[in-house]
């Protein structure tokens, strides 16, 4: 298994999902099966509870989980029957660690962030990519796990709600493999007096980079393409 995050930085709302889901489409384009994966860091459990007006619209999976609209992106795009494990919050993930210390099964430990909230964070979305996702095919074929995983982070880097996500994906980063493992960063370029600001970009790349993630791809986002003089910005990222 691959995994393929994406993270992004500036400003929120950028369009990671779609980014997401037009990755899927061509890797599919390739041949390969692939898969989704939802990071929220807000507190709730899943989107059911939260106002439209607040969070948008909410998409509910075929297994009845309420998630974020984004996971209907990923299942229009790339023709996947997700769950509502797929969509991961620190809610999901705080609750699922609270119970099994009440239970015991930490056998007396201290129970922190680190390890115990970023090992959950990892096997689940370990657990998450490992579940048959494809739509049904007339040859069975649709049983077999995805070759690439995608994984959104939510919200912008710097966050402190997404903090202790980008901290587990650091060492997750390790687990599968850095040669199984990609970081893609999608970030806003403005512009100001009709030229092309590149620093905001160079600073949401830092801040990435100094959590210990370093991204292979960027994606920027503006209102009109640049020409070949941002070159010399985009080295320093």
């Known amino acids: 298994m691959k995994y393929i995050v994406v993270t992004g930085g500036v400003v929120s709302g950028l369009g990671k999902g779609v980014t997401i889901s037009s990755m899927g489409r061509l890797l599919q384009a390739c041949g390969l099966r692939v898969t989704a994966i939802k990071i929220d860091p807000y507190l709730n459990v899943d989107a059911g509870t939260m106002s439209p007006f607040e969070h948008g619209e909410v ?133 100001l007096s009709n030229e092309q600001k590149t620093k905001p970009t160079q600073h949401g790349v830092r801040d990435l980079r100094s959590l210990g993630l370093s991204p292979s791809i960027i994606f920027c986002r503006s209102t009109s393409i640049g020409s070949c003089h941002e070159t010399k910005d985009f080295q320093f990222l």
């Open 59 to 191: 998409f509910v999976l075929n297994d009845g989980g309420e998630s974020d609209l984004d996971l209907g992106n990923y299942e229009r795009f790339l023709s996947l029957q997700l769950t509502s494990n797929h969509n991961l919050t620190t809610g999901k993930i705080y609750r699922k660690v609270i119970l099994a210390e009440r239970k015991g099964d930490y056998l007396g430990k201290t129970v922190q962030v680190v390890p115990h909230i970023t090992d959950c964070i990892q096997e689940w979305i370990d657990a998450a990519a490992q579940v048959p996702v494809q739509e049904e095919a007339d040859d069975g074929d649709d049983a077999r796990p995805a070759d690439i995983c995608l994984v959104e982070v939510g919200g912008t880097v710097g966050d402190i709600e997404s903090s202790v996500f980008l901290e587990a994906l650091r060492q997750f980063q390790f687990r599968v493999g850095q040669e199984n493992f990609c970081v893609c960063f999608v970030s806003l370029i403005p512009i």
